[in-house]
T-cell receptor, first 112, second 116 residues
Framework: AQSVTQPDIHITVSEGASLELRCNYS??????LFWYVQSPGQGLQLLLK??????LVQGIKGFEAEFKRSQSSFNLRKPSVHWSDAAEYFC??????????FGTGTQLKVEL | DTGVSQDPRHKITKRGQNVTFRCDPI?????LYWYRQTLGQGPEFLTY????????KSRLLSDRFSAERPKGSFSTLEIQRTEQGDSAMYLC??????????????FGEGSRLTVL
């Protein structure tokens, strides 16, 4: 069965600083990988996805993520964080069964 | 707005009552998913439909839960004899999928259930 680990429950960064959110997955074959963002009381918005091809994927709002098969990782990065990026971020893997399995999320706080 | 819509957004009920949530997916999407999210956790898969067929159900979906998608369009999720442990956000998502390729899931804003 597939699984996702997001080791950081909370992260605080200063506005303008760089950001990296960690994600490790477990799945036997090549996975489809996703990052979603959720603001309080809102649904999930897709930031970016990896299906195949280039292992560095670009998403919305200036986010990018890199798929590293050797490390089973799909870390999310942003070079300069804005106060509006404060939210909860979820990594997810889609393996067999056509369903997403989510990590427990990382809560991002941005200090002004 | 042509995104996924869910109704009601909030529901407060007493333990033992039945509740029903409705999800209207993006119109051309053939796949519809229900997830449950509790505080501090990521969404957990409950069930999914391809058109009107319910293809998979999680073990989280006890016999008090039932989901339908009668005409392959909107879906309902009913919880009978609610318990306090059912308090959660219930998320619906839809996608356009073919075979093993499900594509991107688009989520609604969720229905928050509070059981007193």
């Amino acid at each position: 069965a597939q699984s996702v680990t997001q080791p950081d429950i909370h992260i605080t960064v200063s506005e303008g600083a760089s950001l990296e959110l960690r994600c490790n997955y477990s799945y036997g074959a090549t996975p489809y990988l996703f990052w979603y963002v959720q603001s309080p009381g809102q649904g999930l918005q897709l930031l970016l996805k990896y299906f195949s091809g280039d292992t560095l994927v670009q998403g919305i709002k200036g986010f990018e993520a890199e798929f590293k098969r050797s490390q089973s990782s799909f870390n999310l990065r942003k070079p300069s964080v804005h106060w509006s990026d404060a939210a909860e971020y979820f990594c997810a893997v889609m393996g067999g069964g056509n369903k997403l399995t989510f990590g427990t999320g990382t809560q991002l706080k941005v200090e002004l | 707005d042509t995104g996924v819509s869910q109704d009601p957004r909030h529901k407060i009920t007493k333990r033992g009552q039945n509740v029903t949530f409705r999800c209207d997916p993006i119109s051309e999407h053939n796949r519809l998913y229900w997830y449950r999210q509790t505080l501090g956790q990521g969404p957990e898969f409950l069930t999914y439909f391809q058109n009107e067929a319910q293809l998979e159900k999680s073990r989280l979906l006890s016999d008090r839960f039932s989901a339908e998608r009668p005409k392959g369009s909107f879906s309902t999720l009913e919880i009978q004899r609610t318990e306090q442990g059912d308090s959660a956000m219930y998320l619906c998502a839809s996608s356009l999928g073919q075979g093993d390729h499900t594509g991107e899931l688009f989520f609604g804003e969720g229905s928050r259930l509070t059981v007193l």
